[in-house]
């Protein structure tokens, strides 16, 4: 099934965004910028790790030269630690990302919410952590004008990643923390258009952790536009080899993409389009010059 | 944290059952039938690879004389298929699989749905036909006294094994199609305890597919004595190297799989605990004796 069948229009070109992570291997963050801007994709969302490489200030330079949006910052988070020292620390990290977050003028910091404590098998525990966490760091987030967008990530991923696993769970930890959805940050869509105000707290759906939940549609009405802060794109292949680092291009697995695009913009979204794949045994090995150009052929195709 | 902490009580040990995926390489169904009365394992859940292999009728005087509990027949399901007679011969199939869930005298057919039919994205066709594969088979399953139990499976097997992936989904399904959850099979518990009768349409929790869901409390306490048909265990382990086959013995993952048993046997489950390992680099290389001695002990400490 194409993407015409399930979702009627072609996505807009101008709205695919690269997370540096799709190309991580091969090329630094100076290079990602200028393949941005040389393979005409408009937005990017970098990882801290990049990040650091090229330093905040620098790197904000160069992507405002190259006007690229930054669709994210990747990623804040882990908050859930054995002791106060390990959650105090977490919670300096994530203050830092906010920083940084707005010192590139991203449209949000990602949030990972981190797995269990090693050692622990309190997932309730675990929860409660990333619930304080969260609230401890809004203030500071609102200040600096940056959105929280917590990421449900797939439940195979809830002991060592993030025990927030479904769109419903996160949601939840929006209302109760953010009930007003308040907005905070202006944002600039698709082609320049004015959308919704980012909500201090939101969410970033990416379809390889929602794209399974029953509750999917549901959800990403109820989100709204105000808290849908991200919308990443990959896809699930069969059979997937290995839980972290086998995920596949638009195309190449059982998502239908397109129709999830179809709902977040019926919900009203008008974000970028990030393509982030963890994919060590294939595209990291490629050439980013022709992973930029199969994702963007990939996406007018499948998304 | 162990058992006591979580849970409070140690389980009966009597209610340990041997699913035979966990013993399947080194052990035919006649060796497991002999290793379960040798070790005072009173309960057997075969697959149907390994009751082919003896026959029903062997296989059922067998695990009578044995005085085994049948606690289930793995597996029916499979219902998407690419086309209608890909569909019938699922149906064809489970009806089989009924019949011989009745000659063993099973408490319960655990029905593994499914996931998208060679090729296909539509997620919501795929779980429409499970929807019609169960409404199918369910005058078969009541004449026969067989309980057909939906276990969903955790969504990293969403796309190649079964499509329903939560407690919730699952329950949704009964609902719909057994309302009234009429008791059409009388159930011996632990102990010989009667318990409530099971519904035509029920589910199997297995602690490995459902163990990350926010939802799982609520939905455990929703089910109820008469849809919890099947309570399986066994433990995810961090790093998980395989999607499939790396299940962990109980004890040697992040499962608090005490305070689930405690959730079952709260909603007035009463019946056994099967152990279900898929673990092709550990478990299954060793002695099944071993494996059994391992499996009691674990039972006792941490389930």
Redesign the interface.
Known sequence: ?SRAE?AGTAPDPRALSLNTATVRVRWSLAQMIDGCARHGVRGVSPWRDKLAELGVAEAARRIRAAGLTVTGLCRGGLFPAADAAGRRAALDDNRRAIDDAAALGAQCLVLVVGG?PAG????AGA?AQVRDGIAALLEHARDAGVPLAIEPL???Y???RA?V??L??ALDLCDALDPGARGVHPRQGVAGADWAPAAALGVAVDVYHV????QLPAQIARAGASRLHAFHVCD?L???RD?LEDRGMMGD????IAAIRGRVEAAGYRGLHECEIFSSRDWWQRDPDEVLEVMKARHRAHC
Chains 1, 2 share one sequence.
């Open positions: 099934m399930s269990l622990s098998r309190d997932l929860r797939h439940p195979m809830a002991a060592d025990c696993n479904t419903a769970q794209w399974w939940d029953p699930w069969v059979p997937t839980l697995g059982v998502i239908d």
